[in-house]
T-cell receptor
């Protein structure tokens, strides 16, 4: 039982490049989330999904897109990376929005 | 809008000391409140979840309390150990699908 996994663990991009972060969970959770964590700040919700085929905006969605084609996977895309998107990105899943969230190990992204 | 604040930002204590971490939230109409632990370079691990109908929740040396009327929660750690050194974050629901996190308290327990 791997829980929540994230790919890749580290990535360096140049401004304007695109990339996709992959999150996978094997707990059959309905809800999945993408957060970013910046120094001195708490986690901020980017996008979330309440089930396969659904997505919704969180607190800081601009510059990101997501897709949930399969229940176990939640993809986060950056179409044109900017230095302001340098951050650590965490994926999480839960059975319901008000229940305990289980987090992945994070992806450290640097945009030059 | 739900805003979550944690004070202090950092705390250093000698091993064996009992300590309290504080969390405050602005919207008291919460369904529950959660406490997480984050080790450096790692993801978050859930420690305790307190339902709105509960006043406190315990797990081993950890005890979390919730006072909705005052918008406060505390995490009490008894007999602290160096292995407790980590960042502790609290989170409160903004709506049924969204969580708002505090910036965390970085705890150092010195041997």
């Amino acid at each position: 039982n791997a829980g929540v996994t994230q790919t890749p663990k580290f990535r360096v991009l140049k401004t304007g490049q695109s990339m996709t972060l992959l999150c996978a969970q094997d707990m059959n959770h309905e809800y999945m989330y993408w957060y970013r964590q910046d120094p001195g700040m708490g986690l901020r919700l980017i996008h979330y999904s309440v089930g396969e085929g659904t997505t919704a905006k969180g607190e800081v969605p601009d510059g990101y897109n997501v897709s949930r084609l399969k229940k176990q996977n939640f993809l986060l895309g950056l179409e044109s990376a900017a230095p302001s998107q340098t951050s650590v990105y965490f994926c999480a899943s839960s059975t319901h929005g008000v229940n305990t969230q289980y987090f992945g190990p994070g992806t450290r992204l640097t945009v030059l | 809008k739900q805003e979550v604040t944690q004070i202090p930002a950092a705390l250093s204590v000698p091993e064996g000391e009992n300590l309290v971490l504080n969390c405050s939230f602005t919207d008291s109409a919460i369904y529950n409140l959660q406490w997480f632990r984050q080790d450096p370079g790692k993801g978050l691990t859930s420690l305790l979840l307190i339902q709105s109908s509960q006043r406190e929740q315990t797990s081993g040396r950890l005890n979390a309390s919730l006072d909705k009327s005052s918008g406060r929660s505390t995490l009490y750690i008894a007999a602290s150990q160096p292995g407790d050194s980590a960042t502790y974050l609290c989170a409160a629901p903004y709506n049924n699908n969204d969580m708002r996190f505090g910036a965390g308290t970085r705890l150092t327990v010195k041997p």
